[in-house]
């Protein structure tokens, strides 16, 4: 993971806007509604990382940087898991945040 966003320092766009995202959240939540929210809230950025970060599983590789650092950003504390809808429509199981 730290080899991907050290190749994509674009992405690093996305420890910005975690703040103001995190505002908007509930004090507790999933992975995927956060991802769900700040693509949403900034979605032309979203959109052009989504491009720039190339065509093997690129919804990967930036939700997986988006959650990295949402958990680097000190804001926030694992509390489990749960399974959870992703925007395709897919369940899988995801951590659980809660806002410190």
Do not use: C
Request: hydrophobic share 45%.
């Amino acid at each position: 993971m730290k080899r991907i966003l050290n190749q994509k320092l674009g992405f690093r766009i996305f420890r910005l806007l975690i703040y103001g995202v995190l505002e908007t959240m509930p004090d507790e939540f999933d992975s995927h509604e956060f991802i769900a929210a700040l693509a949403y809230q900034n979605q032309q950025i979203y959109i052009r990382e989504l491009k720039d970060a190339g065509w093997d599983e690129p919804f990967q590789i930036i939700n997986d940087a988006i959650i990295h650092w949402l958990e680097e950003s000190g804001m926030v504390q694992p509390i489990g898991t749960r399974e959870s809808e992703n925007m395709f429509k897919q369940v899988s199981s995801v951590a659980m945040w809660k806002k410190v």
